[in-house]
T-cell receptor, first 115, second 112 residues
C-alpha cells in the first residue's frame, strides 16, 4: 500500500540523549515535512524539504536536525538541546507547492516522552 | 496565510448532517480553503478543498459563500467514526513553503 510510515510509534528519551524518528514514504512525493503537536494544540512546522539534499527550518527548528539523502526518507533527530521534547511528532509529504493540489498526507505519528 | 476562526466544539447526532462553519474574512483571491481532520492520536487526514465553487467528494461537501469570507464543511450522514478535530486552513496553491497552519480546530463529537 502507498503511504507514509513513521517509526517507532512510541519513543522514550533519557536526559542528554539524542533520538531519531524515522519517516519513510512510497508516494513518490518530492516534499516532506515534520510537525510537532503538543496536547490540545495545532501542528507547528519543525523542518521541511522540497527536494532531495535540501531542507529548510520551519517555525520551531531549534533543538532538532534533519537529513534528506533519499527521496523516500526524511529522518528527524531530537537533540539534547531540545529541552522540552515531549510531544506528538507527525511527518507529512506532498507534491511541491503549486502541483497536484498541494495536499499533504500524514503518517500515524510518533509519541515522544522524556524519562 | 489568512487566519481562520472556528467554533471550539460541536455535537451531532449519529446519522444526521454535521455542518462545521469556518470564518476566513481576510482570505486573498489566490487562497484556497482546505479541510483536514484528526482523529484522536492519529495523523491529520485531508478531506476536501475549494476556491470559490462548492465542492463534493466521497467524504464531504464544501460550501463557500459568494464573498468567500466563510465556508461550511458538511458531513451528510455523520457516524461515530467521524468524531475528530476538524481544521479549516486557507492557503495558496503556490508561492509559499507548503506548510499548513493549523489553528485550534473544531472538536466534533458524534453521539449515538
Amino acid at each position: 500500500d502507498g503511504g507514509i510510515t513513521q517509526s517507532p510509534k512510541y519513543l522514550f528519551r533519557k536526559e542528554g540523549q539524542n533520538v531519531t524518528l524515522s519517516c519513510e514514504q512510497n508516494l513518490n512525493h518530492d516534499a516532506m515535512y515534520w510537525y510537532r503537536q503538543d496536547p490540545g494544540q495545532g501542528l507547528r512546522l519543525i523542518y521541511y524539504s522540497q527536494i532531495v539534499n535540501d531542507f529548510q527550518k520551519g517555525d520551531i527548528a531549534e533543538g532538532y536536525s534533519v537529513s534528506r539523502e533519499k527521496k523516500e526518507s526524511f529522518p528527524l533527530t531530537v537533540t539534547s538541546a531540545q529541552k522540552n521534547p515531549t510531544a506528538f511528532y507527525l511527518c507529512a509529504s506532498s507534491m511541491p507547492a503549486g502541483r497536484a493540489k498541494n495536499i499533504q498526507y500524514f503518517g500515524a505519528g510518533t509519541r515522544l516522552s522524556v524519562l | 496565510d489568512a487566519k481562520t476562526t472556528q467554533p471550539t466544539s460541536m455535537d451531532c447526532a449519529e446519522g444526521r448532517a454535521a455542518n462545521l462553519p469556518c470564518n476566513h474574512s481576510t482570505i486573498s483571491g489566490n487562497e484556497y480553503v482546505y479541510w483536514y481532520r484528526q482523529i484522536h492520536s492519529q495523523g491529520p487526514q485531508y478531506i476536501i478543498h475549494g476556491l470559490k465553487n462548492n465542492e463534493t467528494n466521497e467524504m464531504a461537501s464544501l460550501i463557500i459563500t459568494e464573498d468567500r469570507k466563510s465556508s461550511t464543511l458538511i458531513l451528510p450522514h455523520a457516524t461515530l467514526r467521524d468524531t475528530a478535530v476538524y481544521y479549516c486552513i486557507v492557503r495558496p496553491l503556490s508561492g509559499n513553503t507548503g506548510k499548513l497552519i493549523f489553528g485550534q480546530g473544531t472538536t466534533l463529537q458524534v453521539k449515538p
